[in-house]
């Protein structure tokens, strides 16, 4: 059985936390849910929408990119709820050894990197010194350490320096996984949902059940009919597509 059968639409919130091993290792145990999006899914439709919500939006006494760490996911929820005006009562949460660990067992994600651009102040994995790092336009297939690069930097040259800009290059990641089920060189490959999900929920946290993740697999059949838009919000609320 899956909490979300007789949905009409299908809510879960995705919220990655700017957290890791290197960082916890220099003692930190605080961290933003600088990712914060929602996707929305009408099976009925074959449609499917991400929503980036900017990290500044005030609500429940806090800016949203902080309410997870205070005051836990509860809160989080009803503050996504309210802003979105859906009902959000499922998440998966994931730090950055989880985005790593699920893209390399992947084999690598395909993603299309719409500009080309260069960051000179990355911040490190440790948080102590900035880099530089570069991307071109095109298909890449990323590993997980370049898939987190691609969907932290925020400073890139180009037009790419900006929270929008990069909740708009998550959304290309998150789609490019789409594509990486069919991978045969993927360790999942032939792809199978109970054992997926045993796998990850090892490297997540989520309230999305077992019934779920299979109710949700069974929409994949009909994955090349799916129209699947993003929506960044800015000041602006400006629509990408």
Excluded: C
């Amino acid at each position: 059985n899956s909490f979300f059968k007789d949905k009409e639409v299908v809510n879960i919130l995705l919220n990655g936390k700017d957290i890791g091993k290197e960082r916890r290792s220099k003692g930190q145990t605080g961290y933003n849910t600088d990712i914060l999006i929602l996707l929305s899914i009408n099976p009925k439709k074959n449609k499917a929408l991400l929503t980036s919500f900017p990290r500044d939006i005030w609500q429940n006494n806090s800016k949203i990119n902080g309410i997870l760490v205070t005051q836990g996911m509860d809160s989080l929820l009803d503050a996504m709820s309210k802003i979105s005006g859906q009902k959000v009562e499922k998440y998966i949460s994931i730090d950055f050894d989880g985005i790593r660990w699920l893209v390399n067992q992947f084999k690598g994600v395909p993603v299309e990197i719409e500009t080309s651009f260069t960051d000179s102040s990355f911040p490190d994995i440790y948080d102590t010194r900035t880099t530089t790092v570069s991307f071109t336009k095109g298909k890449e297939i990323m590993d997980g350490e370049r898939a987190l690069t691609f969907a932290r930097s925020r400073k890139g040259n180009n037009g790419e320096g900006s929270d929008l800009m990069r909740a708009k290059r998550q959304h290309l990641i998150l789609k490019g996984m789409i594509k990486s089920v069919e991978n045969d060189k993927s360790i999942f490959f032939p792809f199978d949902i109970k054992e997926f999900y045993k796998e990850v929920i090892l490297h997540t946290e989520t309230n999305v059940s077992l019934g779920d993740a299979i109710y949700l697999f069974s929409f994949y059949k009909n994955i090349n009919d799916y129209n699947i838009k993003s929506l960044v919000l800015d000041d602006r609320y400006r629509d990408w597509e």
